[in-house]
């Protein structure tokens, strides 16, 4: 919310953080601490709470208020320690923060839990529980003559907006060649340049990782709309959340795999209506080389369980281009799936796509079975149907690139066509395109084969781990053999 | 690793880290810095590799040693600044570092990337790459006469190990009266304190809530194996999979809802051959006012998607005992799922639980249907029994404890005689027992309807929530009239 007023809505407006002493050994405070000061974020203040006791007992510092300053002030923040049951030193904190200063302040305040309240003052044992009636009498009395009537209101704070204009444009026209195989990661890069005029709120956060993920294509073109958030994933989907609550459309990007560190705060923030959207790249052991620690091969698991989620893996440039822009349209939490090697192009510029939608790419009356893929996979599908094609056997090919919500018509009408269903996939096998598949056909009594990785992964080339993990179009043709 | 050396082991080896610059950005570095001066780890050395260069240009800190010195040290290191490229200052440091200190030490190194390679040093752009062989030749040129024959061997560290003893004895019987209903992470709590005998490996480590994981329990009986890891879920992974590699058995527990803060570290876990077992507390609706922040509801879909994983969900004190016995035996991966509110006793203490089981709990020739639930859900599949059973219809119920690896065996014989499968779950619909349950099925052509969290959570009483997420005993009954 601070970096949207100070560099997007450039708003007076500033932003307030409570903080407790205990979540202070959190790391992602230490991010968000890190960039604020980076940032030079003058118009954020911290209110940190100091009163010693966590749930279960003592903090790591205790009331050692001088420890707090060294480390906070060492980030690059501005910090004033006071007591925080006195409010002259409250309100002389407050008047003094970010006077004259280019950095974020701190205020942190030595607080006593329970005070006033002679059998919780000070005491452990007492985190997040209820007083009953006798207790909360005693303790009311011990406040002093507490008036129980008195109502009122605390005014909110004005809501500043930015002026706005109507959208500067409308996006410009796909265009890839037919025979020029195209990462869909560079497609992401591409597809946020080419519709930003059409989406004037998008922004773009990415984690250090700019010139892999192609979000550098936006960046070069919109550097003002940029946010370098360095290799700190928390924060960046933090931020992302503040900047959906100011209107903002964020696009975050980082390796697919490092969504991982994040899932906290990627959890928390469907409690609070976003609109992000997440985009992953280096998806499955198709990124070959830079082995397992790289490989996003629990991304889809996590997106979809995320509530009312939208996930979209699409396998060549345009269909990718097109689903940045549903994404864009689409009001919540979109994940898309991009690839690191590059892919034939499938579609034609102005072939439609949309949320919760599929593709039939082969289809005859004669189909013995299904075969879904998405992204790396669907390719493999698409070279196992040629081969089998040619020894007579007939294969339906549907391209899964809306994971959720999934086209339980196409999927239904599939099944009940070709009686059996093989799912093929560069994840592992839990939560992904299979259990996906599976979940929508789960009333049909159709039987579904799952292909995905299983074995622990490698580094090799890519098309020696889709072997190796036995998802290729090798294995398709095996599966296929085994069900005739 | 530096923590087994000083508090279990006792033993004299020392633990070094290498970091890099850009990842000093990342949350965890600070979580793992400021236990490791709370536990005065004075065995620790981390060397900070301060090349200025990240994978896509500039650090935040960029050169400045002196702030990287401020910020380490007031997180209460030791920190000794040099040139890292020059040997004498190196060696100095080495011999410098720890030296009558009980703070952990932090050689700061300022290094140029890509050092004595004209067109490489300093310079962005060179990240991950490999060099084409003529580039090759002329960097090993300007590096000076290479001769690339030369070979050698480092000789590894003493791998010093404490000496052993047998285990200290046997566990004592688990003993629960059969009409007391208890919490099953109060029986975690207990099995920890038993089975600690037969376990002499075994340790405790919590994030800041043992009294609500019921940690505290082993705790109190053997203080000197329990590990306080504050707030910082990540670093409290890290340390588990540290401890596991020098022979341990930890066992980390924290609310189901906050592992996914510490999912990169679980899933970076599996890459080590670990030996770690994960208490999650607290899961579902089902913790009632609390409210969705501390529900775990995507918890059994993370842990799943690891490999190798096991996955177990007890319902009563009794199953639990023997599941975190089972737990303690297998060398792995394992995830135990509890429960915050107390669920009455249904197995006797002699009831034989294995990895891959489950429980036959009702079954009848003229059962119309299969129940599935496990935890709360399954004290719901009871109740639904009993009041369809007044009106003559007949449901087989399971409990499927184990979620992963899952019984096949008896959910296809289930499958078979019943004809319609019913899951329930106080979880997201992906990647949760619902899923498990299809991907088991997949290949048998049964219909399989799953009940889960599908609506946002809100905060209220535990029967209530589980009645607005129709996953009770009302939608289980309801789905069975659907059926009929």
Chains 1, 2 share one sequence.
């Not at 507490?146 to 809501?159: C, H, Q, Y």
């Not at 940045?324 to 939490?333: F, L, N, R, T």
């Not at 094609?389 to 239904?412: A, H």
Request: net charge negative; hydrophobic share 40%; charged share 25%.
């Amino acid at each position: 919310m601070a970096l949207n007023a100070k560099y997007l809505d450039k708003l007076p407006y500033r932003t307030y953080v409570l903080l407790g002493d205990s979540e202070m050994a959190e790391g992602s405070q230490w991010e968000a601490i890190q960039l604020a000061a980076h940032y030079k974020l003058n118009n954020l203040i911290g209110v940190l709470d100091v009163n010693r006791l966590g749930q279960r007992g003592e903090t790591m510092l205790g009331w050692d208020l001088n420890v707090y300053e060294k480390m906070i002030s060492s980030f690059g923040w501005k910090t004033i320690a006071i007591d925080g049951h006195s409010i002259p030193e409250i309100l002389a904190a407050y008047a003094e923060a970010l006077l004259g200063t280019d950095q974020p302040t701190m205020l942190i305040a030595k607080t006593i839990k329970g005070k006033g309240v002679s059998f919780i003052e000070n005491k452990n044992g007492w985190h997040g529980k209820a007083l009953k009636q006798e207790e909360c009498d005693r303790a009311l009395k011990e406040l002093g003559d507490v008036d129980k009537s008195v109502r009122g209101e605390i005014s909110l704070p004005e809501d500043l907006k930015p002026k706005e204009g109507p959208p500067k444009g409308v996006p410009k026209k796909i265009d890839y060649p037919a025979d020029k195989p195209v990462p869909t990661r560079k497609a992401y890069g591409n597809a946020l340049a080419r519709i930003f005029p059409q989406f004037p709120h998008l922004v773009s956060l990415d984690g250090e990782v700019s010139n892999s993920t192609y979000a550098e294509i936006f960046k070069e073109a919109y550097p003002d709309r940029f946010f370098e958030m360095y290799i700190a994933e928390q924060n960046m989907v933090g931020a992302a959340l503040g900047l959906s609550r100011r209107g903002k459309i964020p696009f975050v990007s980082t390796f697919a795999a490092f969504f991982t560190r994040a899932f906290d705060q990627i959890r928390m923030s469907q409690y609070s209506d976003p609109n992000i959207k997440f985009v992953g790249s280096h998806a499955g052991v198709s990124i070959g080389e830079d082995g397992p620690s790289q490989m996003g091969l629990e991304d889809i698991a996590i997106f979809r369980a995320i509530l009312n989620s939208v996930v979209l893996y699409p396998s060549d440039a345009v269909s990718t281009e097109k689903l940045v822009e549903e994404a864009a349209k689409h009001d919540g939490i979109v994940y898309i799936r991009t690839t690191r090697s590059e892919t034939p192009i499938l579609y034609r510029p102005d072939e439609p796509f949309k949320i919760g939608g599929s593709k039939v790419l082969r289809k005859s009356e004669g189909d013995i079975a299904t075969v879904i893929g998405a992204g790396v996979t669907l390719y493999e599908a698409l070279e196992a149907y040629e081969s089998l094609k040619k020894e007579g056997i007939l294969i339906r090919i549907i391209d899964l690139y809306s994971i959720k919500p999934v086209d339980e018509t196409t999927l239904r009408e599939a099944a009940s066509a070709t009686k059996s269903i093989i799912t093929v996939e560069d994840h592992y096998p839990e939560g992904g395109i299979g259990e996906a598949v599976k979940s929508a056909l789960a009333a049909s009594a159709v039987p579904i084969y799952s292909l995905s990785v299983t074995k622990k992964p490698k580094s090799g080339k890519p098309q020696e781990l889709l072997d190796y993990e036995e998802i290729s179009r090798k294995s398709i043709v095996s599966k296929i053999r085994e069900l005739i």
